[in-house]
């Protein structure tokens, strides 16, 4: 793996950060808001995305992460779930081909077995047409659970490994669900919630975290460079003693 894992190595932290994951929460009370149905909020939502996907791969963030189902939103009212269903292949319909020309290689992770068909085959088409491009890889997670990864990623583990009794760190990376990615720097949340909601739970050990009362569709390029600024501001000790850090700065 070209990457190193927070808790085996100290990771190179650049400037920039270079994974970014955010959990996009606030869209219906941003609708409600307004006096509008709370879809209308996941419909602004779509734009947004199409806003910070353009804005991180111009700051020159290297991946890009957006909870956009979890495990648990199946709990939600069926109209809204459908509604959720039908958004996401309309933005896969209308999105795609734009992703392609602007250089983004789009993975979507999580549990896609519940999808309906149509659905799994037009991820599939969307990862296999964008899988060259390097400017930036967005990963949507979609009926994603950090839990959900952990226990899969450890039946492949064991799967892969007949007789063995003893695991390690190393022997489960390689099969959770963003193995292509360096752990986030960033982690942001709007909305105004202070929780990780099931999002990456092994991937985030040592992530910086970022709350913004902000809801999702009014989040935007300017709230992002906020986000940074902050993430900037931050000592990331991974561990050891902030002179232990300075140390090695001026040592690299
Ligand atoms: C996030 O916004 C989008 C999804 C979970 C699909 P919400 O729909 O959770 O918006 P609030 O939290 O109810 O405002
Ligand atoms: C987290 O938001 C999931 C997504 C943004 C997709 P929720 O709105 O579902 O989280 P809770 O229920 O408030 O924790
Ligand atoms: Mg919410």
Redesign the pocket.
């Known amino acids: 793996m070209s990457h190193s894992s927070s808790t085996q190595g100290i990771p190179e932290a650049a400037s920039v950060p270079r994974h970014i994951a955010m959990?996009?929460?606030g869209n219906g009370r941003w609708a409600t808001k307004r006096f509008l149905p709370r879809v209308a909020g996941h419909v602004k939502g779509v734009e947004t995305v199409r806003d910070v996907v353009e804005a991180c791969a111009s700051r020159g963030v290297e991946f890009l992460t957006l909870?956009?189902?979890?495990s648990?939103?199946w709990r939600r009212p069926a109209d809204e779930v459908s509604f959720l269903m039908k958004l996401f292949v309309s933005a896969l319909e209308r999105e795609v081909a734009k992703m392609h020309v602007n250089g983004i290689r789009l993975k979507v992770v999580g549990d896609l077995s519940r999808f309906d068909e149509k659905l799994q085959k037009m991820i599939a088409d969307a990862e296999r047409k964008t899988a060259g491009n390097a400017r930036l890889t967005l990963t949507i997670?979609a009926n994603y659970g950090g839990r959900w990864d952990v226990m899969q990623a450890t039946a492949k583990m064991v799967a892969a490994n007949p007789g063995v009794t003893e695991f390690s760190e190393e022997m489960l990376a390689p099969h959770l669900s963003m193995a292509y990615a360096p752990e986030p720097d960033l982690f942001i949340r709007t909305?105004g919630?202070q929780?990780a909601?099931n999002?990456l739970l092994w991937q985030m050990a040592y992530s910086e975290l970022y709350f913004t009362d902000t809801f999702w569709p009014d989040f935007n390029a300017a709230a992002l460079d906020q986000a940074i600024a902050s993430y900037q501001q931050r000592e990331r000790r991974f561990g050891r003693t902030s002179a232990q850090v300075v140390a090695h700065k001026k040592a690299s």
């Open positions: 959990i996009m929460d909870f956009a189902f979890s648990e939103n997670c909305g919630e929780r909601s999002f």
